[in-house]
Nanobody, 113 residues
C-alpha cells in the first residue's frame, strides 16, 4: 500500500516562505513522477508543481519563479519550497503519486497579515 504523508504547513504573512515535505513509502518513490496540488475553499484542486524521476519539473504559471519542487531519493521525500507567498496561495496542499493515484492527507497553508 502506498502512503504519502505531508508536513510543513502553517500560517505565514505575505512575502514569507514555507517548505512542505511529502514522505512516501517504499521503493516506488524513485520510479515515478510526483506532484503537489492545492485546493482553496470553493475551488477545484489544481496542479502546483510536478517532478519526474529524472528531475524534470513543471509549474503552474501562478507559482513560477516563487516555488521550487525537489526530491530526495535517499529520504523518499519530495519537497516544495514556497517563497514570496501571497494570500491567494492559501489552500490545502496535497502530495500526489499519479501512477498509483495516491494522495496524502493534505496540509493547510494560510497566508495572511
Amino acid at each position: 500500500q502506498v502512503q504519502l504523508v505531508e508536513s510543513g504547513g502553517g500560517l505565514v504573512q505575505p512575502g514569507e516562505s514555507l517548505r512542505l515535505s511529502c514522505a512516501a513509502s517504499g521503493r516506488i518513490f524513485s520510479t515515478y513522477m510526483m506532484g503537489w496540488y492545492r485546493q482553496a475553499p470553493g475551488k477545484q484542486r489544481e496542479l502546483v508543481a510536478s517532478i519526474t524521476s529524472a528531475g524534470s519539473t513543471n509549474y503552474a504559471d501562478s507559482v513560477k519563479g516563487r516555488f521550487t519542487i525537489s526530491r530526495d531519493f535517499g529520504k523518499n521525500t519530495v519537497y516544495i519550497q514556497m517563497n514570496s507567498l501571497k494570500p491567494e496561495d492559501t489552500a490545502v496542499y496535497y502530495c500526489h503519486l499519479p501512477f498509483y493515484n495516491a494522495w496524502g492527507q493534505g496540509t493547510q497553508v494560510t497566508v495572511s497579515s
